[in-house]
Antibody, heavy 118, light 109 residues
């Protein structure tokens, strides 16, 4: 069974870039879409974007100008960069398998809380 | 933009009872693109139903999904103590990607 685990700083300063990685174990990153999803008490669950193992990406239109998602198949991991962050980007960030033409998220990481504060 | 509205916001039931959760879309959703998740405190969401009515791997058959168009339903036929959680519906639309409903909290009465 595939296992996903997020890693990265838990605290980011306003206007800086939030960077997270997701390590995939128990299966290959190939032939799947991989997504980033965040959750806040106010906005609930919000899909950020996805990446195919080939490197093709799709982004939430509301975040597209600030988001970059990439994949490293040699390391079996994918990453999220979100720039120009504000307090509104404080959330629990999840990585998940699914997205693109596979319209369900069938495996999730445990989630990591990222706080944006000076 | 398709908005998913879940009702009720909170559902209070007892173990053994039947739970019916609603997810209404502001525009037609292709059934293939409708999924349901369960989330317990401190945990990630877990996929229950995809394609509106297909159970995910390992999901008990007391969970079922139905519906089409703009109205979808998650039914739990006989509640077990571990079923009390928050439930979310999710859809995909080409123009906006994936969106989630605001959730229904299923609590013990």
């Amino acid at each position: 069974q595939v296992h996903l685990k997020e890693s990265g700083p838990g605290l980011v300063k306003p206007s800086e870039t939030l960077s997270l990685s997701c390590s995939v174990s128990g299966g290959s990153i190939g032939t799947y879409f991989w997504s980033w999803i965040r959750q806040t008490p106010g906005k609930g669950l919000e899909w950020i974007g996805d990446v195919y193992y080939s490197g093709n990406t799709n982004y939430n239109p509301s975040l597209k100008s600030r988001v970059t998602i990439s994949v490293d198949t040699s390391k079996n991991q994918f990453s999220l960069n979100l720039n120009s962050v504000t307090a509104a980007d404080t959330a629990v960030y999840y990585c998940a398998r699914g997205g693109g033409y596979d319209p369900k998220f069938d495996s999730w990481g445990q989630g990591t809380l990222v706080t944006v504060s000076s | 933009e398709i908005v998913l509205t879940q009702s009720p916001g909170t559902l209070s039931l007892s173990p053994g009872e039947r739970a019916t959760l609603s997810c209404r879309a502001s525009q037609t959703v292709i059934s293939t693109y409708l999924a349901w998740y369960q989330q317990k405190p401190g945990q990630a969401p877990r996929l229950l139903i995809y394609g509106a009515s297909s159970r995910a791997t390992g999901i008990p058959d007391r969970f079922s999904g139905s519906g089409s168009g703009t109205d979808f339903t998650l039914t739990i036929s006989r509640l077990e103590p571990e079923d009390f959680a928050v439930y979310y519906c999710q859809q995909y639309a080409n123009s906006q990607g994936f969106t989630f409903g605001q959730g229904t909290r299923l609590e013990i009465k």
